[in-house]
Each structure stands twice: as C-alpha cells, then as structure tokens.
C-alpha cells in the first residue's frame, strides 16, 4: 500500500519540495549578500523547516527525540549514520542554534536551487573526493571556523548513504581531521532511523506513512581518548539504538 499511495502523493512532494528551493534561492541571495552570515542563517533554517515538513504530504511521521542539554557554547561535532538526503533538512532545522555545518561534495556547490548557494556560502567544507589534499585542507578550515565561531559540524562517517538501513563502518579520517583542530569538540551522535524507506523504490515512487526519526544519543567527551576510540564509541552507540528499534518492531 505505501508503494501504490506513493504514485499518487510523490508529484505532489515533489511539487512542493522543488518549489520550495525554488523560492528560497534569491531569498538566500538577498539575506547573504545584504545583510550577511546571521540573515542568511536564518532564511536557511526556515528553508529546512518547510524541507523537512514537506514529509507531511508523504504521510511520513517526523520524530526528533533530544532528552540531552547540548551546550550552545561550545563546538559540537554530530556523528550520525546517513540513509538518504532527506536525512539533512531535519538536522539542520532541528539543531539550528548549534549552527551546524556539513562536508559535501563539491559537485553539489552547483546547480542546485538554495542547496548549492548554501553550500557555496553556509561555511561547510566542500572537498574533491579525487583530491586528498584538498579534502584535508577544506576540513581543517571547517575546523578552525568552528573554532573562532562556536560552530558544529555534521559528519556522516559511513561515507555513503546505507540503502537497507544497515549500518556501515565508521571511518575515522573526517573526525581525527576536525579534533586535532578543534580538539575539546563535544562528540554527539545521531540515529537516524527510516528515511532510507522513503527511497526503497528508488526516485518514483518514494514511499508513502513512514515513521522518519531521529534520536539524540548521549554526548561524549573526546578527551583522553584517541579519535579511533571516540569513533568507534558513537558507531556502537547508533548501533545499539537502531537494533533496539527493530527488536521493538518485532
């Protein structure tokens, strides 16, 4: 049923998805270009609200669950597992006063309405995949930002989205790059559960009534630890999460 409800709502989604890019972009344009970094922020955190509720007309059910005070004057490096792009918009709408920033390909800095322009001028990294050099370069930058701004980032260390949902491996590089920088970074990790069914049938139809959650786990100190360990422990912790997610399904 949600793949034959998905014919029927996905043009609709859409629609209103690719309107609201659409309508943002010189939006964004006039907030950064006129009256800065803090407008611009704020016209991309209502962006990602209507992204992120767009769901709606999906029949999905949105779900941000945070029991932890995570501390606004201090850089946050979020950890989380990846399983489609509409991870995104609810991470940034949701944490918006952590200012969080992402790693992304260069690619996606054109070509796309509002994503590409703030990725251009948000203060994310924008790495060549093909260019280690530069990639380390661009998160050593991310790094000192975050530093001199009190800013986050959002890092997905699987390195690809997880089609099934299963998790994949953490890799370390992007988190070792960000502590030698910012090493008194508070390490948060985040599962994200579901959005990968919304993508199950591929791009049309996307499916309909899933329960798209996101749960803040609790924050760990890096200190005295090694970038390996503080890895492994947020992998373990998204690991635990999502297989007591299933356990209660079953």
């Avoid at 093909?130 to 997905?156: C, H, P, Y």
């Avoid at 089609?163 to 970074?185: E, S, W, Y």
Wanted: net charge positive; aromatic share 14%; proline share 5%.
């Amino acid at each position: 049923m949600n793949k034959f409800l998905g014919y029927i709502f996905s043009p609709l989604f859409y629609l209103l998805f690719f309107l609201t890019l659409v309508i943002f972009q010189p939006i964004q344009w006039v907030c950064y270009k006129l009256f800065g970094y803090k407008a611009h922020k704020v016209s991309v955190d209502i962006l990602n609200f209507f992204l992120t509720y767009c769901d709606l007309f999906l029949g999905s059910s949105i779900s941000f669950d945070n029991k932890f005070d995570i501390p606004t004057n201090r850089s946050i490096i979020f950890i989380a597992n990846h399983q489609s792009m509409y991870d995104i918009p609810a991470l940034i709408w949701f944490l918006r006063k952590h200012h969080v920033k992402f790693i992304s390909k260069i690619e996606l800095t054109k070509g796309i309405p509002s994503i590409s322009f703030n990725l251009k001028y948000g203060g994310g990294a924008n790495i060549d995949r093909k260019d280690s050099k530069q990639a380390v370069s661009e998160i050593i930058k991310l790094g000192r930002r975050m530093k001199e701004n009190t800013w986050s980032t959002m890092i997905f260390p699987e390195g690809t989205r997880s089609k099934d949902g299963k998790l994949k491996p953490f890799q370390v590089g992007g988190i070792a790059t960000l502590l030698k920088v910012v090493p008194d970074a508070l390490i948060v990790p985040i599962a994200i559960e579901n959005s990968w069914k919304l993508v199950q049938y591929g791009s049309y139809p996307l499916s309909f009534g899933e329960r798209l959650r996101w749960t803040v786990l609790e924050p760990l100190e890096p200190a005295g630890k090694k970038p390996e360990e503080v890895t492994m422990d947020a992998e373990n912790a998204i690991r635990t999460k999502l297989n007591k997610s299933l356990t209660e399904l079953h």
